[in-house]
């Protein structure tokens, strides 16, 4: 299929992305290796998708191949330092997190899962320090460019995002640092995000199917998911 023509690499890319989820670590290879994670690459990193949807699936699909996978993350790194920066790919990254934020994820929660694997290198992980040190940016970006009143399935995912940061940091003793440096520089974060959360709750709580999509796209029981919106609803009540 000729890649210029747009709406059915769309449609395609959809297709890939679904068959992507949770797939073997050998098909992901074959994948990255078919030119597809190159291409997606080019096309995020040169601007040459134009419609927002467009440039959320290439994140999303590129956040699939790699996902867990430290030779597909090697691949893209690899991409990265002969074509660009990393921090200008992280900008790209930073500056557009309703269409990145999946990808993000997909990193993070790589990162997270090979520092409990033996024989697996995270020193140098790709964009992990990029990461570390512009959290404190990221998380309140993402908690507040979800407004009650629009969530929905394209961007219900800036908060899930948000909510798997907010666990890392609880998981590692930050949650009320990190939480008490956002609200210092703008209290309406959290009132903002708890807002959200409401809407965010009865958005899974009538859709089941959802939840286990959740669930099995992250690895994390959707049980975790609920217990930082009510930790983050106590925190709330202490700042007040």
Partial sequence: MCIRDRQSTWGLSSCVESIMRGSHFLHQAFVAHSGLLFILYYQITQNALKKTNNIQMAYDLLGEIIKYNPYNIHILASIC??????????????????????????LLLSYESFKRKRGIETSEFFLSEEIAENREELLPTLMLCVEESNL?????CCVNTALIILMFEDYYGRFESTLSAIVGRNGEVLTHFNKTLKRWNKFYLNKTKDCYGLQFSTAINFSFYLRMKRKLKEYALTVR
């Fill in 81 to 106: 330092s002969e074509a660009t920066s990393r921090k200008e790919f992280f900008n790209k990254i930073r500056t557009n997190l309703v269409d990145s934020n999946v990808f993000l994820r997909g």
């Fill in 152 to 156: 929905n399935q394209d961007n219900i």
